[in-house]
C-alpha cells in the first residue's frame, strides 16, 4: 500500500500541510506567497492557507501556472533536445493557467532533516523563460532530483521554487493604464520575503539562503540587486547565463514604444483611448496571449522608485559604483555555458544577413581599431561559398553571440564584485550536449540546469551523469558554506570532469585570449553591438527622434 503522505504542523502559517511523499523527501506544493487584487497591480503578501474543517491545507497537487502562451513548456524542452519528460497530470501540457491564484512556492524537505538537529540551508530557485514563459512546475524546473541528492550526500538542504507572473501581466508599463511595470520582479520580491518568514517551520535556516536562476531567472536576480527593496532576500547568490544587462532596465520611452507594440499585436492600436483600455482590462488572458508571440523583450522600468538609476555594464564592472552589489548578499556566483548563444537562434543565428549586419555595425559602433581586432578575434572576415565554409561560419557567429551576450557581462559583473572586496566566484560550462536535437554537441543554453538539476539524467551517458552530479554536490556544499573554490580560480565543467583554472589561464585556455580582447574594446560599446545585433529596439523616444536619458 502506499504510505500515507505526512502532515506538517507549521506553526507561522497557522494550518497543517498535507504534503506529497517521496522516498527521502517530502513536497509541499501550491504554496500561495501572494495575491494579486487586479490586472497590472503589485502583488500583495499572503501569510496563510486556506483550510479544510479540521485546519490542513492540501498541499499535494501544483498550483496553476502564471499565464502565458500556451505550448510554452514543449518548445523550451527543445533548448536541451527531442526528448519529453515525464510529467505528473497538471505539471505541463494539461497545465491550468489562472491570471489571479498563481503566485505560490513549492516546498521540497528532506525527510531526515539536518545533522545536530540544525536548521537546513535553503536553495530559492527562479525559473527561466526570457520574462516571457516558465512555472516552477515545469518538468525541466522541478527541483525535488536536486534536493534528494543533497540527502544522499548527507548534506540535506531544503528547496523552494518560485512561481511568478510572466509577459505581459508581468512587466507591460504604461502611462495611458496608468501602470508601473515591474510585476514579476516584485512578486519574487514576496516570495523571498515569504521564505524568510515561513521556511523556519520547514526546518530551513531563514539566515542560509541562496537564490540561483537560470536565463531569465538569472536576470531576475541580477535585477533585484540592482533595486531598491531595503531589507536582505539572500545571503548567497548564483546567477547563470544572464545578469540584468540581457534585458537592460528601461526608461518610460522605451516602454511606451513597448506598449504600441503589444497594441498592434493585440488588433486595439486603432480605437480610442477609453475604449483601448477597457478592452485591454476585460480581455481574458486566454485571448490576450493567444494573440501574441512566444516571447518578447520584457524588462524592467526604470520607475525611480523600484529601480531607481540607469544599469550598465561599466556601473555593475565598476568598484566604487554599488549598482548591483547589495551589502546583504554576502557571497555571488556568476557563470554561463560556453554556447548559451543557441538561445539567439531566431535573432542572430538562423539571419542570413548576421555577418553582414554584423561588419556593418562593427564599422559604425566601434573605431577601426576597435572593429578589426573585433573580428580578427573571431575570424569573422566575408566567408567564402563553401557548405564547409558556412559550417565554420555558424560556430564562429555562434561563438561571438554567446561570449558578447553571456560571457562578457559575467567577467565585469564578476570583476565588480570583486573590486569592492566581495565574495565573488565564477565557473564556466563547457560540455558538450549528448541528446539529439538542434544543439547536438554543443554546451547549449539550458543544458547546464539540465545537469544540475538532475531531471534528465535518465537520458545521459554515463560520463554526463557524473559531471551532473558532480555539478549538483557543488551547489550543495556551496549551500553548506563549504566555499565555491580557491580564490583566483574558475570553476570549469567539462564532458571528462570537473576542473579549476585561474581567470588568465581560464581565458588562454578555453576562450583563445577572446575575453581579453572583449574587456580591451570595452562592455558598454559592445553591448551596445550585441543589443543591435540582436535586433532590440534602441533607448530612444522613436516618436520624439531622440534619445532617450541614460
Not at 523550451?76 to 498563481?102: I, K, M, Y
Not at 541562496?210 to 531567472?217: K, N, P, W
Not at 516571447?295 to 525611480?304: K, P, Q
Not at 574558475?490 to 581567470?503: A, K, M, R, Y
Request: charge should be neutral; proline fraction near 5%; hydrophobic fraction near 35%.
Amino acid at each position: 500500500m502506499p504510505s500515507t503522505p505526512p502532515l506538517l504542523d507549521h506553526p507561522t502559517l497557522q494550518c497543517r500541510l498535507h504534503g506529497k511523499d517521496f522516498s527521502t523527501v517530502t513536497q509541499y506544493r501550491g504554496l500561495k506567497y501572494a495575491s494579486i487584487s487586479g490586472r497590472w497591480r503589485d502583488s500583495i503578501p499572503v501569510n496563510s492557507l486556506p483550510t479544510n474543517a479540521v485546519g490542513t491545507f492540501d498541499a499535494t497537487h501544483f498550483g496553476p501556472s502564471c499565464p502565458q502562451k500556451p505550448g510554452a513548456q514543449a518548445w523550451d524542452l527543445t533548448l536541451v533536445g527531442d526528448e519529453v519528460l515525464p510529467n505528473e497530470n497538471g505539471q505541463a501540457g494539461s497545465e491550468r493557467f489562472d491570471e489571479f491564484e498563481c503566485l505560490h512556492v513549492d516546498v521540497t524537505v528532506p525527510k531526515s532533516g539536518c545533522k545536530d538537529g540544525k536548521p537546513m540551508p535553503v536553495f530559492a530557485w527562479v525559473h527561466g523563460g526570457g520574462l516571457s514563459m516558465g512555472a516552477n512546475s515545469w518538468p525541466q524546473y522541478e527541483i525535488r532530483r536536486f534536493i534528494e541528492r543533497s540527502v544522499k550526500i548527507g548534506k540535506p538542504v531544503i528547496g523552494v521554487s518560485i512561481n511568478y507572473r510572466v509577459g505581459i501581466l508581468g512587466f507591460l508599463a504604461s502611462k495611458e493604464l496608468g501602470i508601473t511595470g515591474n510585476y514579476g520582479f516584485k512578486d519574487q520580491v514576496n516570495a523571498f520575503r515569504w521564505i524568510k518568514r515561513h521556511i523556519k517551520g520547514f526546518g530551513g535556516d531563514a539566515e542560509n539562503v541562496t537564490a540561483c536562476g537560470e536565463s531569465a531567472g538569472g536576470i531576475s536576480l541580477s535585477t533585484l540587486l540592482c533595486a531598491e527593496i531595503g531589507e536582505g532576500l539572500w545571503e548567497r547568490c548564483v546567477v547563470m547565463s544572464g545578469e540584468t544587462t540581457l534585458r537592460k532596465p528601461r526608461r518610460w520611452g522605451w516602454h511606451e514604444e513597448m506598449y504600441r507594440e503589444q497594441l498592434k499585436l493585440l488588433g486595439l492600436e486603432g480605437l480610442r483611448t477609453a475604449v483601448r483600455v477597457k478592452k485591454l482590462k476585460s480581455m481574458t488572458a486566454e485571448d490576450m496571449y493567444e494573440k501574441l508571440p512566444l516571447a518578447s523583450h520584457w524588462c524592467a522600468l526604470i520607475d525611480g522608485r523600484f529601480i531607481k538609476d540607469d544599469v550598465n555594464l561599466s556601473t555593475l564592472a565598476d568598484g566604487r559604483n554599488e549598482v548591483g552589489k547589495r551589502s546583504w548578499c554576502k557571497e555571488f556566483v556568476v557563470g554561463n555555458t560556453a554556447h548559451d548563444g543557441t538561445i539567439l537562434k531566431a535573432r542572430i543565428l538562423a539571419n542570413p544577413s548576421a555577418l553582414t549586419n554584423l561588419h556593418q555595425l562593427s564599422t559604425s559602433l566601434l573605431s577601426p581599431s576597435d572593429s578589426r581586432l573585433l573580428l580578427e578575434a573571431y575570424n569573422l572576415d566575408p566567408p567564402s561559398t563553401s557548405s564547409t565554409a558556412s559550417a565554420i561560419l555558424r560556430d564562429r557567429i555562434l561563438t561571438l553571440a554567446s561570449e558578447l551576450r553571456f560571457h562578457l557581462p559575467a567577467l565585469l559583473v564578476h570583476e565588480g564584485w570583486l573590486k569592492r572586496g566581495l565574495k565573488a566566484h565564477r565557473y564556466h560550462f563547457h560540455v558538450p550536449n549528448p541528446i539529439t536535437g538542434a544543439f547536438t554537441g554543443l554546451a547549449s543554453h539550458e543544458l547546464d540546469i539540465a545537469h544540475l538539476l538532475q531531471n534528465w539524467n535518465h537520458l545521459l551517458p554515463k560520463t554526463h551523469r557524473e559531471v551532473a552530479k558532480s555539478m549538483a554536490d557543488r551547489w550543495i556544499g556551496f549551500m553548506n558554506g563549504e566555499g565555491w573554490a580557491n580564490e583566483g580560480r574558475v570553476v570549469v565543467f567539462e564532458e571528462d570532469g570537473v576542473t579549476s583554472l585561474g581567470n588568465e589561464e581560464y581565458d588562454e585556455v578555453a576562450r583563445y585570449g577572446r575575453g581579453a580582447v572583449l574587456k580591451r574594446i570595452g562592455g558598454d560599446k559592445l553591448w551596445r553591438l550585441a543589443e543591435a545585433w540582436q535586433g532590440v529596439r534602441p533607448d530612444e523616444d522613436i516618436h520624439k527622434g531622440s534619445k532617450a536619458k541614460l
